[in-house]
C-alpha cells in the first residue's frame, strides 16, 4: 500500500472525522451504556430482511421491485472466486472481462456497470464519473450480495440509473471470537489467500476482512496481482449513538490481453483464447482507498438520524494496446496511456420515522446529502505507431523502425470537478396487506472541465428530478404460503463522462448533461410451503431518453448523440428447498433492447437495432445436494445470441454459449472444509464481451479446474 496515498486518504477525512466521532466519544463514560455487538442485521433468501432496495429494512414479498439475494452458503458451495460466479443465480445478467483487468456486468440492455450503483458495505465503490472497476471487490470475502433491479436514483443519487446491486463484505457478528481463513488454488497458475475475522468486545466489535493474489490469467503475459483489506469498528458510546467506522482498501496490478477478431461472430486464422497479441508489458496499476463513518442515533422509539460521510481515493495508472481487428484493415495497437487521480467526499444524512400504527404501518425519511469531487487525468499523445494485419499480428508492416507504442508527445492534461447537492424524500404505508411507497430525489449537478492544450473551461450547472413510486399486495396469505402482487414506476439520473470536441480546428472540453432512464415494472411474487419455495416474475419497460455520446469524426473532431435506447422484457427467479438434501435455483429472462435513435454520423440513423451484445434470453439453474460432510453444487448458465455492434450495417451475430460449472466440498468437521471444482466443464470457446466497438470481442475463460481449503475458527 503506498503511504503518501493513505496520508492523503486521513487528510482528506480529518475534517469529518473530527466533527462527528469526538464528540461521540466524549459521551463514553455514559453509565447507561449497552454491552451487545452492533452490526447490520444478516439477510437471508427468504424469510429475512432486504436493506438495500429503500435503506430500510423490508421483507422480500414487501420490497415493490425485482430483487435478488445471493447467500454466503451459495457463495461457499459454488466456490466462487469471481464475480460472474458469485452472481450467477441473478437472473438478465452477462460479464465480460476485457484484457484481464476491467470486469463489469450488464443487464436489462444497459451496457455498462456504470449504469448500476455499486455498494459495498453500504459505501458506493465508484470513480467521480462512474463506478470503480468492480474487479476490485473481494469476491473470496463476499458474506452475501443483494440486487435491486431498476432505477433506484430517487433513494441513492446518482448513477443508480439501472438498479442497485450490495455486496456484504462485513462478517457477522457473534458473541465470541470468530473467524475464517481460506486458501484457493485455479488453473493459470492462480493461488489466493484471505481470512476475515470478528472481535466483540463490551460496547462494539472489530471486524478484518483481507486477502492477496497472484494469477497468470489465461492469456499469455496477463499476470495479475490483487490486495485488498476491509477493517471496520462498531462502537456503542452509550445508548442512543452507535458509531460505525470503516476502511476499505483494494489494489491490483494486471499485465493486457488484447481482444480477438471475428469474422461472422467467431474467432479468426484460429486464433485461441491463450493467444496475446498485445504489446508485451503494457500493464495496469490501481488503488481504491475508502474511509466511511456512520453514525445512528436513536432519537426516540420511532424516530431515528443516521450519518453517513465516505471519503474516496482512486489512483489508476492505465496503458491500452489491446486493439486487434480483422484485415485488410491495417491496425496499430491502440495504445494510450493515462494517469488518474479521483477523489471524492460524500456526506449523507437521513432522519427517519418508523411507527406502527392502529390502521398499519408508516415508514418515513427525509435526506440530504452533498458530494464534492475532482479529478485530475494526464495522457501524452502517441503518434506513428506501427501497424500490423492479420494472422500475424506481431510484426508491422509500415512504420517499422518504431516504438510498438508509437512516437510519444506532449502530455495533456485534464481537470474535472463535481458538486452534486441533493434533497431526497420517501414515505412507505402499509394498510392491512397493501404497501404504497413513494419517493422522490431533487440533484443539482455543478460541473467544470479544463484541459491543458485548450483555452477554454467547460461548465455547467443542471438539476434533474428523480421520482419513484410502488404498490405491493400481499392477496393471498396462509399459514405456510403468500403471494403478492406488486409494480413500479421509477427513473434515474447520471451525469456523464467529459468529452472532446473542436472548435476552430482546437480541442476544447465538451460536457454532456445527464442521462435520464424511466422504468415501469409489474411482477408477482411468491412465498410457499413454509418459506421452501420463493419465487418471482416480472415484466418491465425501461426508456433510457437522455443517453449521450460522442463519436470520433476525424483526429480531433467528434459528433455528438443522444443514444435513445428501449428495453422490454420478462425476468424470472426461482429458488426451491425440496428436502433437508437437496436445493435447486432457476432464472430466465427475455430481454428485447433496441435503439429508439442513434445517429452515430449525420444522416445515419441506426433506430430500431438491437443493442450491441445484448442476448435476447438468458437462462441460468443450479442444484445443490448435501449429504453427511459432503456436498455438491452444479449450475449452467445460458446466453442467447448477441450482436457484436449497433453501428455498423448488417452487424456480426455472435453465437450463444452455455457454461457448465460444477463443485465438491467435504467437511471434514466443524472447522476444516475441503473442495474441489471445475468452471467451463465443456471448455466451450465463447466471446463475452466488446469493448472496443470494432469486430472484435473479448474471449470468455477456458476451462479451469480448482480447489479450496476454508478453515472456521
Known amino acids: 500500500m503506498n503511504i503518501r496515498k ?49 435503506r430500510i429494512e423490508e421483507e422480500p414479498l414487501k420490497v415493490p421491485f425485482n430483487a435478488s439475494v445471493v447467500t454466503k452458503e451459495e457463495l461457499q458451495r459454488s466456490g ?116 476475515k475475522t470478528w472481535v466483540p468486545f463490551g460496547k462494539g466489535g472489530f471486524s478484518f476482512a483481507g486477502g492477496v493474489g497472484h494469477s497468470d490469467g489465461f492469456q499469455r503475459g496477463t499476470d495479475r496481482d490483487t490486495q485488498y483489506g476491509k477493517f471496520s469498528l462498531d462502537q456503542k458510546f452509550f445508548d442512543p449513538l452507535t458509531t460505525e ?29 491463450e493467444d496475446n497479441f498485445g504489446i508485451p508489458g503494457v500493464f495496469i496499476d490501481g488503488e481504491y482507498h475508502s474511509l466511511s463513518l456512520r453514525n445512528h442515533l436513536q432519537l426516540a422509539p420511532e424516530w431515528s438520524l443516521e450519518h453517513r460521510a ?58 440530504l446529502s452533498a458530494e464534492n469531487g475532482g479529478q485530475k487525468q494526464d495522457s501524452p499523445t502517441f503518434t506513428a505507431a506501427p501497424t500490423y494485419v492479420g494472422p500475424n499480428y506481431n510484426t508491422p508492416v509500415s512504420n517499422v523502425a518504431n516504438d510498438p507504442r508509437g512516437i510519444r508527445g506532449a502530455n495533456v492534461a485534464s481537470y474535472f470537478v463535481q458538486d452534486i447537492y ?42 434533474r428530478f428523480s421520482p419513484r413510486a410502488g404498490f405491493d399486495w400481499t392477496f393471498y396469505k396462509t399459514e405456510a404460503n403468500q403471494a403478492a402482487f406488486f409494480a413500479n414506476y421509477a427513473e434515474g439520473v447520471k451525469p456523464l463522462a467529459p468529452a472532446l470536441s473542436t472548435l476552430a480546428g482546437v480541442v476544447v472540453p465538451q460536457l454532456l448533461k445527464p442521462e435520464v432512464t424511466i422504468n415501469q415494472e409489474v411482477g408477482l411474487k411468491f412465498d410457499l410451503w413454509q418459506h421452501r419455495v420463493f419465487a418471482q416474475v416480472s415484466y418491465f419497460n425501461m426508456e433510457k431518453k437522455d443517453g449521450q455520446r460522442s463519436f470520433r469524426t476525424g483526429p480531433n473532431d467528434f459528433i455528438f448523440t443522444n443514444a435513445r435506447t428501449r428495453t422490454k422484457g420478462v425476468e424470472t427467479d426461482l429458488r426451491v428447498r425440496l428436502n433437508e438434501h ?59 445470441s448477441r450482436p457484436l455492434r449497433d453501428n455498423t450495417v448488417n452487424p456480426q451475430i455472435l453465437p450463444s454459449y452455455t457454461l457448465l460449472n460444477t463443485a465438491v466440498s467435504y467437511r471434514f468437521n466443524a472447522q476444516w472444509e475441503f473442495l474441489v471444482g471445475v468452471n467451463n466443464l465443456t471448455d466451450e470457446y465463447y466471446i463475452n464481451d466488446d469493448f472496443s466497438a470494432q469486430n472484435a470481442g473479448n474471449a470468455g475463460a477456458p476451462r479451469n479446474f480448482f480447489g479450496q481449503v476454508r478453515f472456521k475458527f
Open 80 to 195: 466462487a472466486a469471481t464475480l460472474e460466479q458469485a452472481m450467477r443465480s441473478i437472473s438478465g445478467l452477462q460479464h465480460g472481462t476485457q484484457g484481464n483487468f476491467f470486469t463489469r456486468f450488464e443487464t436489462r440492455g444497459l451496457r455498462d456497470t456504470q449504469d448500476v450503483l455499486v455498494l459495498v458495505d453500504g459505501v458506493p465503490l465508484r470513480l467521480l464519473q462512474g463506478n470503480a472497476d468492480v474487479i476490485l471487490i473481494p469476491t473470496l470475502l463476499l458474506e452475501r450480495v443483494e440486487f435491486i433491479k431498476g432505477p433506484a436514483s430517487s433513494v441513492y443519487g446518482r448513477g443508480a440509473v439501472g438498479g442497485v446491486v450490495q455486496f456484504f463484505t462485513k462478517p457477522e457478528a457473534t458473541e465470541k471470537f470468530s473467524g475464517e481463513m481460506s486458501l484457493r488454488g485455479d488453473s493459470f497458475n492462480s493461488l489466493e489467500a484471505a481470512a
Open 310 to 367: 465516505t471519503v474516496t481515493l482512486y489512483d489508476r495508472h492505465f496503458e491500452g494496446g489491446i486493439t486487434i481487428v480483422p484485415p485488410p484493415t491495417a491496425s496499430n495497437k491502440g495504445y494510450t496511456e493515462t494517469d488518474l487521480a479521483d477523489h471524492a467526499i460524500l456526506n449523507d444524512i437521513l432522519l427517519k420515522w418508523d411507527k406502527e400504527l392502529d390502521w398499519g404501518k408508516n415508514a418515513f425519511q427525509l435526506g
Open 6 to 54: 493513505t496520508l492523503r486518504l486521513l487528510q482528506a477525512a480529518a475534517p469529518v472525522l473530527a466533527g462527528t466521532a469526538l464528540p461521540a466519544m466524549a459521551q463514553n463514560a455514559n453509565p447507561a451504556v449497552t454491552n451487545a455487538p452492533t452490526q447490520l442485521p444478516t439477510v437471508v433468501v427468504t424469510g429475512g430482511k432486504i436493506t438495500t432496495a429503500s
Open 582 to 640: 437437496s436445493e435447486l435455483y432457476g432464472n430466465y429472462a427475455w430481454h428485447d433492447a433496441r435503439h429508439l435513435e442513434f445517429v452515430t454520423t449525420p444522416g445515419v440513423n441506426f433506430a430500431g437495432y438491437r443493442v450491441r451484445m445484448s442476448a435476447e434470453h438468458l437462462f441460468g439453474l443450479g442444484h445443490n445436494l448435501s449429504w453427511d460432510k459432503w456436498n455438491w453444487n452444479v449450475s449452467a448458465n445460458y446466453v442467447g
Open 245 to 273: 467506522f470503516g476502511y476499505f482498501f483494494s489494489g491490483i496490478k494486471a499485465l493486457r490481453g488484447s481482444i480477438v477478431p471475428l469474422q461472422n461472430g467467431r474467432p479468426m486464422f484460429g486464433i485461441t483464447q
Open 422 to 463: 441533493s434533497v431526497t424524500l420517501q414515505d412507505r404505508v402499509e394498510v392491512a396487506e397493501m404497501g404504497f411507497t413513494l419517493g422522490a430525489r431533487f440533484d443539482n449537478f455543478e460541473q467544470s472541465l479544463r484541459r491543458s492544450n485548450a483555452g477554454v473551461v467547460s461548465e455547467q450547472e443542471k438539476a
